[in-house]
């Protein structure tokens, strides 16, 4: 038996009706609220009523003066982020698939920022990155180094958030670069060893054969980075100013400013903008993907 | 139908306290009555319940089930949303002013207008609680002066006297700064504190264009083009620039600022009275070390303090029968002699109250009487959003922007004209 024809039994194997529950939540909770806010995106809505103002909304939300720092922090927030985390979770994940002891203890200390709540991992930087108060600069100062005002100094502010970020989500992508590196089968390693060396083991085995974990890693974090608004939500809110605003929190601060038709078309901007950005991307990484 | 279901899909997708709280549907009709009432945490939680617990010793067959929400924006978002639903308390505390305009007050409020009660508050007040001769709201605090709030013993240290105009203010500044003392307090790290300067200044721009609300309203005065509208502006970006500001004042909270008034580690704090309410809970014996000034403007002759309304409590439309009657008893009880003698004996007043014939008590704080004794020489003004519907929400991040030195002041009045007119657009004023 083909292993097309089997997939066709165990298909029908199930009526159709089984779908039925999955397609109804998702139908409620997701394609309708979709569709409904493209048109509401059109209106002028107070929530108590919506009054059509075809493409207004767009025209005001794109004219909007600050829309250009919100834009730039958005792009420099992602490709910093996903950039430091596809840099530095290579290594780690290395680290963490060699011979060295105590390796269950630093895959979870690694892991262990993933499972916290970002708002928590938020609040907790903001007090430790305080100016006179926190632990940072505390630390910084009794080794005689200069404070730094993490947050509060306007051309700073966007940098923290990232560092922040970038600590928090390591974890997600090492534990896919491990994934990657543990599946490189034994025999290219025993090959590469006539020829000697880390360096060359890690050059040409482990960074051409997890090309796919990174592709992975890249993707993930890029959308991630993107459409972030937590940790900078609690961390900065958006400012000083307006000096840490991405595309998220400009959308949300209309939406709390009661400007639901407005915030609405900015989140269509948003769902667009990350389309554009990231299917050729991923159309570009589908195309080079190995088959190991 | 389409569209009404659109809405309340895409309604209870964006809230999250939708189903938080509802309301009990059948009312016994006789027995006890629990009322229900939506107030901010904070401050107005405590006299909100202050008030609820002496009316419910005079009134035994009423209780009272306090529900919180955020201040501020979110808080805005939750009223609106509730009362978009159905979904709201039996009564709330919320704003008066532009805010309640936003409400569509004529299909979400009762009309108190013809209660006889009404007769007890103060017209002022009326004008900033009604929509199109109707009238909703009743007050249980008191109104609040809008301007500087300055330690005396530092004051009485240096030798200063309090400034008329802003010349004077910033000569006492650099006396302050030589002193070794922060001469002005900010918080940015609570945005909205980043306003004072600005709208505490409306008494100032009032007093050189008397038409400013009233042209703002209809789209014709902006701030960028108004000098004395600017002036706010420039305040703030002198204050950057002559480094009257504290250090990290970029993230500090508002109750760091209100620590550093209180302790005389700051000399003024550009605030709202209702912190006199904060201090006196967390440094009681500062509370009275705390004075009132109004924001001095271009020229001495002509100082005034700028003047906030207070909030109100609203019944929605969805109270009806033996709670509507219960909500309406508590209503007339806030403004009468009774409710005020007992609310002063519970918070102590942090400005002037509204409501006819109430007096302020005897052991009243130095920064009320400062700012009683502004509206009793006539020389005071409401803020403009009482005056005007029209407040662009980004005014803060404005503030803080140009209060940081990365906006120069002309920049940021010219994105703020900007700014308000989504304000505009979405309440549907004629003219923009």
Redesign the interface.
Known sequence: MSKKQSNKSLISSYPNWFYLPAIITFG??FI??T???F??SLT?W???D??FIGF?NYE?FLS???LSIGLKNTFIYAVLTSGLKTIIALPVAVLLTSGIRFKGFYRSVVFFPVLISTIAIGITF?MMM???TGLINVALSSIGLPMV?W????SLALYSVVLVDVWQGLGIATVIYMGGILAIPQDYFDAVKLDGGFWIKFRHVIIPLVQNSTFTVIILSFIGGLRSFDLIWAMT???????S?VLTSIIY???????YG?STAGNVILFLMVTILVFPLKAYFDRKELDV | MLKKVLTLALVSMVSFSLFAGGQQEDVQESGPVTLTYLVASGTDQNQAWAACESFMALNPDVNFELELRPGGTDGDNIVKTRLATGEMTDIFYYNAGSLLQALNPQQTLVDLADEPFMNNVDDAFKMTVSQEGHVYGVPNQTAMGGGILYNKKVYADLGLSIPKSWAEFAANNEKIKAAGITPVIATYGDSWTAQLFILADYYNVQAANPDFAAEYTANKAKYATTPAAMAGFKYLKEGFDKGWYQDGYATAKYNQGLELLATGKGAHYPMLSFALTNIVENWPDSASDIGFFAQPGPSADQNGATIWMLSANYIPATTKGAKLEAAKRFMEYLVSPQGIEDMNRNVPPSGPYLVKGAELPADVLPAVLDIASYIDAGNSAPALEFLSPVKGPRLEQFCVAVGTGQMSPEEAAANYDKDVANQAKQLGLEGW
Do not use: V, W
């Not at chain 1, 947050?151 to 306007?154: A, D, S």
């Not at chain 1, 809110?237 to 000096?243: I, K, L, M, Y």
């Not at chain 1, 601060?253 to 400007?259: T, V």
């Open positions: 409620i909770f309708l609220p569709i409904s806010s048109y509401y002028r107070t929530i108590f919506a009054t207004e005001a909007d003066p600050m903001s305080q100016p006179h005002d947050l509060g100094n306007p809110g958006g400012g000083p100013g307006f000096a605003d601060k209309q939406y709390q400013a009661g400007f407005l």
